[in-house]
């Protein structure tokens, strides 16, 4: 028999509640888990399941006094931490639990440099000098692969990009060289070449550290490719618990079947995603019985009354469901993955509703008292594209290529510097304010994040009614304004009687549906889209894209999807377009560049994605970042990262030329277009 270690980590029932105006919020309710010295345990989950209030008790940093514990141990090692007293609560943290939270920028101090906070916390936790605490630093900022470490320390967190804030995250945990690390949704929004960076020194560093991992997320392509043990959360407590590899192979709870469903995928392309009807309950009102059942497909009667126990599927593989029980009926399809989808017609290809021709922006770099210009930003650096009425094209690429300053330039949001942007034959780039303001309603935006970009002071009928106003859209009275709000609102999913709450009411998804009420409102024939989803759990994602495509089809719209997540784009896009330092590199139909990428730059973007079904496909790390677009290399701008460059890319920029059926790709490995 083989014997396994002690768990360096054991929850054994642990129960975390919050005290607010609705009442006692069982955030954790009875969750038990044991993790293993060197294993990485991931805990997945929607949004409000309890992952992240799991790992804050974890590390006893609940707030109070409305947070706190209720019922419960937790074992590290043989340490029983929760009647631990604070002073020694705080030995445990960081000298052997330490924890990466989701947003970095949120948790470093941006009032003191890199290195005051990590010589701070290594100094807390250890009898070394200041000097010595210093060299620690600039070793572990070196391991966590930031380049010049000495410099790096020196610099306060706004001057690191996203990927290096991360980064010092991770070296910052690890200063104490833990026994287990807690990873909160440690690439939440980070670019997947950055993501793959991450994961990997994670891995690396483990490795090296012989750490546990808990890993906190809801990426499942992210747990498929990092995780020993996966646990997943449903409202406040672990549903199913198993290995990595049998969870993927056979999932068996209906809910993490239809987490798995939901997402979008290349195989997926023309069908309608599986979304799961409904949302998480709340804390605060957890039914009886079991708490999926509501939003299970599967449901029994015994369900709603009774809290199912907890059956071994197999060896190893446990399942909190009544339709695992002795005595149950199980469906035929209940571990198959069996999505109802639907086809989607595909149209003919429409003539171009958006021409864009040598399209650049650039933003002044001014000094001195006058403020004399030295230089430029080349955000934007001559773009051209067109996108088609019915369509959707995809811009993708890390953060910093210019997607959204293009979106904006497109819309003149953003004053291009040249170039045009014909909008239905008119040329906007030339339009005076009044001319602009008259075309407005054609073309809208929904951006990145809803909760910033709805007025938290005004209810969903004036925020949808605001555009309607201004562009003298949608009914000249109230009564056909009030009309318009309802049909559009019932058009995205919502309730019209939602009209008269405000955006703190509503779910993430909720509040993108009014985001993209509000710009249908106006009947627009384009819109940008930026980033519309990468904030959004899988269930609600699937939910907007499914919707997004049911606008498209319905009323012939346009739109430039904007996006990181190569997953959505597989899914949704019709065109690919892949940018990098403000220049488009390759450009195409999304089937050929997608199986078929010419550009380094491309592949590697592609490689880099997470995939749940563990495709095999060659890893190509990209190391470094984003170079600045104020001063980027010569000749080719992707050749100082590119493992195909040889001599000669950085002479001269390569100009876009034919490849394949309809693709063009920027790059010297392609001298001469292919035999007609």
Known sequence: MVEHPAPILSVQNLQTYFRTPQGIARAVDGVSFDVSPGETFALVGESGCGKSVTALSVMQLVAQPAGYHAGGEIWVGDTEVTSLPENLKRDVRGARVSMIFQDPRTSLNPTFTVGFQLVEAIRRHSAATKAAARAEAVEL????????????????????????????????ALSCRPEILIADEPTTALDVTVQAQILDLIAELQAELGMAVVLITHDLGVVRGQADTVAVMYAGRIVERASAEALF????????????????????????LAAIEGRVPSATEYPDGCRFADRCPHVLDVCRDQYPDAHEFAPAHTVDCHLYAADATRPDDLTTDAATMSEHATAEPADAIVRVRDLRVHFPIRKGVLRRIVGHVRAVDGVSLDVHAGETLAVVGESGCGKTTLGKGMLRLIPPTEGNVEMAGVDIASLNARELNRTRGDMQMVFQDPYSSLDPRMMVREIVEEGMLAQGRGGATRPERTQRIRAVLEQVGLDPDMMERYPHEFSGGQRQRIAIARALAVEPRFIVFDEPTSALDVSVQAAILNLLGELRRELGLAYLFITHDLSVVEYIADDVAVMYLGRIVEHGPAAEVLEDPRHPYTRALLSAVPKVDDSGIAKIRLEGDVPSPVNPPPGCHFHPRCPDAFEGCADAYPDGRPVGDGVKCACFLYPDPPAA
């Open 249 to 272: 192979a056979q999932p068996s709870h209906p809910y993490t079947q239809a987490l798995l469903r939901s997402l979008p995928s290349r195989g997926k392309r023309g069908t309608t």
């Open 141 to 172: 900022i070196r391991r966590v692969r930031i380049p010049d470490p000495e410099q790096r320390l020196d610099e306060y967190p706004h001057q690191l990009s996203g990927g290096m804030k991360q980064r010092v995250m991770i070296a910052m």
